[in-house]
């Protein structure tokens, strides 16, 4: 079954501690994509990445970091830096070429809460 | 980054009845899609359209590619309760690998 998991569902941190939320993937996808979703507002991109080893900053990059070792995996940390870090984070992947390659496929979300 | 408008924010519908949402923006878009997000999950893709003018359907659902470019439509015909949920659109514009995002329509189907 081919899909993208997020772990876990839902998380919780001191402030002031670091968090790695995962995200993975077997659609053979090249891109993927990292979202933070607050109440009554859009999505809002953190980073994404086109490629192995390469990622770019979204519209929110600060306080957080990624990295993409494996085609499979980009996983997320928010820092401590994150003034506001509560949140249901969201993670999605997408062909990289070709006519779908906009077509971005989400997974089931993390909800972040850090008190 | 871009935004795209997307009203009324909520909408309240008798089970049975056709809703129409819209999607606009202030810029050309090259791929319109629409979502589909129920409480605590993910979004789930229930349509694409990559051609100004094209309509396409998913079920009870359609939607189109307005022709300005500028806008997208998507219709749910004789909603049922689990219709319920958030749709978003989104769009991509040219030359550009990401995705702007609308704030979402909340359809609450009445029984």
């Known amino acids: 079954d081919g899909g993208i998991t997020q772990s876990p569902k839902y998380l919780f941190r001191k402030e002031g501690q670091n968090v790695t939320l995962s995200c993975e993937q077997n659609?053979?996808?090249?891109?993927m994509y990292w979202y933070r979703q607050d109440p009554g507002q859009g999505l809002r991109l953190i980073y994404y990445?086109?490629?192995?080893?390469?990622?770019q900053k979204g519209d929110i990059a600060e306080g957080y970091s990624v990295s993409r070792e494996k085609k499979e995996s980009f996983p997320l940390t928010v820092t401590s830096a994150q003034k506001n870090p509560t949140a249901f984070y969201l993670c999605?992947?997408?062909?990289?070429?070709?006519?779908?390659?906009?077509?971005?496929?989400f997974g089931p979300g993390t909800r972040l809460t850090v008190t | 980054g871009q935004q795209l408008n997307q009203s009324p924010q909520s909408m309240f519908i008798q089970e049975g009845e056709d809703v129409s949402m819209n999607c606009t923006s202030s810029?050309?878009?090259?791929?319109w899609l629409w979502y589909k997000q129920e409480p605590g999950e993910g979004p789930v893709l229930l349509i694409a359209l990559y051609k100004a003018g094209e309509l396409t359907s998913n079920g009870r659902l359609t939607a189109q590619f307005g022709i300005t470019r500028k806008d997208s439509f998507l219709n749910i015909s004789a909603s049922i309760p689990s219709d319920v949920g958030i749709y978003f659109c989104a769009g991509r514009l040219s030359g550009n690998n990401r995705l702007a995002f609308g704030k979402g329509n909340q359809v609450v189907v009445i029984p």
């Open positions: 659609l053979n996808h090249d891109a």
């Open positions: 990445s086109q490629i192995v080893n390469d990622f």
């Open positions: 810029s050309i878009f090259n791929t």
């Open positions: 999605a992947s997408a062909t990289a070429s070709g006519t779908k390659a906009y077509e971005q496929y």
